[in-house]
């Protein structure tokens, strides 16, 4: 799992693929020439810390506009309840005080997903490891040249899914010094609530990436939409493209986020031992909703190759590895 330190400093994963398909040209990838009558209206932001962008297809400009700002709204609604960037944040005040009364719908629900995915996962999807992150965090910023883990026992122990009481009235963490990160699996989830809100609103062609990709219908010349995926030694440079209308695509890759001066510990780290996804292989999931592809690609760039096959295929994901050699290979 990722998690982030409550300070807005370190590139997420989420952000440095934004930046490196925009480098290269590519993130999504809208057609050419606008259809009669139609035009791509965008919005280029940041939401829970990525560059993020709208791209909707309409035939009027203010209506157009007036339903990107119902989804800019949207996004901000959202982050003020899963961001660990904003100290007002309904997540940071459920860190804060180990418990949180009338929590929103919206926070229950996720959680509720995410443990959906961990229980599948066998664990190795976990909302629970940011106070991991944290100590990790700790440890390469005061010795960033140190090759080996520090002691993570007492950590561990704060680490567990199923310490999280829900119900809804009421969210309250098992043991004191345990707390979440949403990083793995809300902004798959915000993607989803804008994509609906797009819809609800009679926009039929959508490309959103909010941090995950997810797109409907076709560009404004027909085609597919289409999302690059990077090479997890050179992010810049582009190793595959994957058609996106109407589906969600996530990619995760221990590149995104490395702690260690020799680049040994990623950002990605595993729940159970505190052992970190490698920097040089990145995961890419295809689902029908961002959530599920957001959280799974988290879970998958923790394991090998064939549990990362035999999971998807349970799951009916679509599952593309990238690896050093620079290739793109599917899996499942």
């Known amino acids: 799992m990722n998690g982030h330190s409550s300070a807005h400093s370190s590139l997420s994963r989420r952000r440095f693929i934004g930046i490196a398909g925009a480098a290269a040209g ?20 940041v939401a829970l810390g990525a560059d993020a962008s709208i791209q909707i297809i309409h035939s009027h400009a203010r209506e157009a506009r007036r339903i990107i700002d119902l989804a800019v709204a949207q996004i901000e609604r959202l982050e003020a309840i899963f961001s660990l960037y904003r100290p007002d944040s309904t997540l940071r005040r459920l860190n804060r005080d180990g418990r949180l009364s009338e929590p929103p719908m919206e926070l229950r629900d996720l959680l509720a997903r995410a443990a959906v995915v961990s229980e599948v996962s066998g664990g190795v999807f976990d909302v629970t490891v940011q106070p991991l992150w944290e100590r990790l965090a700790r440890h390469f910023a005061e010795q960033p040249d140190s090759d080996t883990l520090p002691e993570l026992d007492g950590t561990l122990a704060l680490v567990d899914w199923r310490g999280v009481r829900i119900d809804d009235h009421e969210i309250v963490f098992d ?18 609530r804008v994509a609906e809100l797009l819809h609800r609103n009679g926009v039929d062609r959508i490309a959103l990436d909010l941090g995950e990709t ?5 560009s404004a010349d027909g085609d597919p939409w289409r999302v690059g995926i990077p090479d997890p030694m050179r992010p810049s440079r582009l190793i595959g493209r994957l058609d996106a209308s109407d589906r969600a695509i996530a990619t995760s890759g221990g590149y995104g986020l490395l702690f260690d001066r020799g680049g040994r510990v990623s950002h990605l780290m595993n729940p159970r031992n505190g052992e970190t996804a490698p920097a040089d292989r990145s995961v890419t999931v295809v689902a029908g909703e961002a959530c599920l592809a957001d959280a799974w690609s988290t879970a998958f760039a923790l394991m090998e190759t064939g549990a990362v096959g035999e999971k998807a295929r349970g799951a009916g994901l679509e599952v593309y590895l990238a690896g050093a050699e620079g290739t793109l290979y599917r899996v499942a």
């Open 26 to 45: 590519l993130s999504l990838l809208p057609g050419g020439v606008p259809a009669a009558r139609a035009r791509t209206f965008h919005w280029r932001g």
């Open 175 to 192: 043991r004191s010094g345990m707390a979440v990160t949403l990083n793995g699996i809300a902004q798959g989830y915000i993607t989803d």
């Open 214 to 218: 997810r797109a409907i219908g076709r």
